[in-house]
């Protein structure tokens, strides 16, 4: 319990670092002219190109804390492995059905932009949620190239506790996609 609210508060104040968007330009733009009365209707067309630019620039900003908290997550989890060992494989963020794509989307985007040891690491366990095993391996090459200490891990605990927890839960979770389709 101590690590989650510990986690939470980081998560917290690491996402206020990423720049707010809370005014979204456009979007805000258009209601301020329906505001001041410069405009009773707003045009279809320029207010579906503002909430284009708009919800683009919310996912980004979104994306890019899935991924420096789920970095962090993995940090915790090289530095306190009693502790947070099993993030990289348990995290809500590759838990979750819906975060884990878009995880996946921003580390992926990361490392191809500038690969490094720690985004390979942490793509590791999203590229086998995924069940990417061209991702698995340009991570698992990357390591062994450039950080044997990474790489020592991942071949420690990849088929130990990595594999078999995520391949557990994917059939679970083909199961229920299963039932629910019936």
Same mark, same amino acid.
């Given at each position: 319990? $101590?690590e989650?609210?510990?986690?939470?508060?980081?998560?917290?104040?690491?996402?206020?670092?990423? +720049?707010? =968007?809370?005014? !979204?330009?456009?979007?805000?733009?258009?209601? #301020?002219?329906? @505001?001041?009365?410069?405009? =009773?209707?707003?045009? #279809?067309? $320029? /207010?579906?190109? #503002?909430?284009?630019?708009?919800?683009? $620039?919310?996912?980004?900003?979104?994306?890019?804390?899935?991924? !420096?908290?789920?970095?962090?997550?993995?940090?915790?989890?090289?530095?306190? +492995?009693? $502790?947070?060992?099993g %993030?990289? &494989? *348990?995290?809500?963020?590759?838990?979750?059905?819906?975060?884990?794509?878009?995880?996946? *989307?921003?580390? =992926?985007? /990361?490392?191809?932009?500038?690969?490094?040891?720690?985004? #390979?690491?942490?793509?590791?366990? +999203? !590229?086998? &949620?995924? /069940?990417?095993?061209?991702?698995?391996? *340009?991570?698992?090459?990357?390591?062994?190239?450039?950080? +044997?200490?990474? &790489?020592?891990?991942?071949q420690?605990?990849?088929?130990?506790s %990595? @594999?078999? &927890?995520?391949?557990?839960?994917?059939?679970?979770?083909?199961?229920?996609?299963? %039932?629910?389709?019936?």
């Amino acid at each position: 319990m $101590k690590e989650k609210k510990l986690l939470l508060s980081l998560a917290a104040g690491g996402l206020m670092l990423i +720049p707010c =968007t809370a005014r !979204a330009d456009q979007v805000d733009d258009l209601i #301020a002219d329906l @505001r001041s009365g410069a405009v =009773t209707t707003v045009d #279809a067309v $320029k /207010r579906d190109e #503002a909430l284009k630019a708009d919800q683009k $620039k919310a996912y980004e900003i979104y994306s890019n804390g899935l991924a !420096a908290l789920y970095v962090f997550e993995i940090k915790v989890s090289i530095l306190e +492995p009693e $502790k947070g060992g099993g %993030w990289p &494989y *348990r995290s809500f963020l590759v838990l979750d059905i819906g975060m884990r794509g878009n995880l996946t *989307r921003a580390l =992926t985007e /990361r490392f191809e932009e500038k690969p490094d040891s720690m985004l #390979a690491f942490a793509l590791i366990c +999203p !590229a086998l &949620y995924a /069940r990417d095993d061209g991702l698995l391996g *340009r991570a698992e090459s990357y390591l062994k190239e450039n950080d +044997p200490y990474l &790489y020592k891990i991942v071949q420690a605990k990849i088929d130990h506790s %990595w @594999r078999p &927890y995520i391949t557990s839960g994917l059939k679970a979770e083909d199961a229920r996609k299963a %039932w629910t389709q019936k």
